[in-house]
């Protein structure tokens, strides 16, 4: 994204939707230069605008910023969550800490099963690679042979809490295995160095011999 249109956003986020005439004062550039940039924006899906009347004139276009588009403001999520992980533990010791992680896991187990219910197993595999990526990892899933599948996760969106709490990878692998019922396996962790996390997970005995 081109300065003038991260500076465009900017002002806007600052200070509320703004005209082209406004935008073009505090840029100090001209109102076609200004509608180009917003153009690009409303394009992109940053910026969304709205007609409204001031005076007697014509009415003008405020534009604002979207949801979207305020995604691209720093977050400190993960600095947020690690540091009340951090304050837990001090205030409880480590068992708080895993209290409170069991009480996720056990909140993200209800809702992984209740999408996986009903399905075949391969099946559950790849609805827990799609809950995965929509939970931000960039997952995918493959079958390797009738009884073997493997999961990559090519994001870890919570990095900066799991490297200072290694129970939350813990928590994750034993929230896939109870989530699918059989054995889970990582062979590649993102914490080691590895472009990626791997999980290799093999069907249960009792699911049969189904495809």
């Known amino acids: 994204m081109s300065s003038t249109r991260r500076e465009i956003l900017s002002y806007i986020k600052r200070r509320g939707p703004m005209t082209v005439q406004e935008l073009s004062r505090t840029l100090q550039i001209t109102p076609m230069g200004v509608r180009q940039h917003l153009a690009i924006l409303e394009r992109d899906g940053f910026i969304q605008s709205n007609g409204i009347r001031r005076g007697q004139g014509r009415p003008s276009r405020l534009y604002g910023i979207t949801a979207e588009g305020d995604k691209l403001f720093p977050r400190t999520y993960d600095q947020f969550a690690d540091a009340l992980l951090d304050d837990l533990r001090a205030v409880g010791g480590d068992g708080k800490v895993d209290e409170l992680l069991e009480h996720r896991r056990m909140r993200l187990l209800e809702q992984y099963r209740a999408r996986m219910a009903g399905k075949e197993f391969r099946e559950k595999v790849a609805v827990l690679a799609q809950v995965r990526e929509e939970e931000g ?15 990559i996760e090519h994001n870890c969106p919570i990095r900066a809490v799991a490297e200072a709490h290694p129970q939350v990878c813990r928590c994750e692998m034993t929230l896939f295995a109870d989530a699918l019922g059989t054995d889970v396996v990582r062979t590649d962790h993102i914490l080691s160095g590895a472009p990626h996390c791997r999980y290799l997970i093999a069907r249960p005995r009792e699911a049969g011999a189904k495809p």
Not at 137 to 151: P, S, W
């Open 137 to 151: 990892y960039l997952a995918e899933h493959a079958q390797i042979d009738r009884d073997r599948f493997v999961l």
